[in-house]
């Protein structure tokens, strides 16, 4: 019982990890793209 709830809690633990890893990546994509853009965009129009 005490193995099963270890091991258990263990994936609990690594799945939120890399989910909040996808979730941290994702959002730092996003604003890196929407940086660039906005960089670009002030270039051009100067």
């Given at each position: 019982m005490h193995i099963r709830y270890f091991v258990f809690n263990l994936g609990?633990?690594?799945?939120?990890?890399?989910?909040?890893?996808?979730?941290?990546?994702s959002i730092?994509?996003?604003?890196?793209t929407f940086t660039l853009n906005i960089f670009?965009?002030?270039?051009?129009?100067?």
């Amino acid at each position: 019982m005490h193995i099963r709830y270890f091991v258990f809690n263990l994936g609990s633990c690594a799945f939120r990890q890399i989910t909040t890893t996808a979730l941290y990546r994702s959002i730092a994509y996003t604003l890196k793209t929407f940086t660039l853009n906005i960089f670009f965009i002030k270039n051009t129009k100067n």
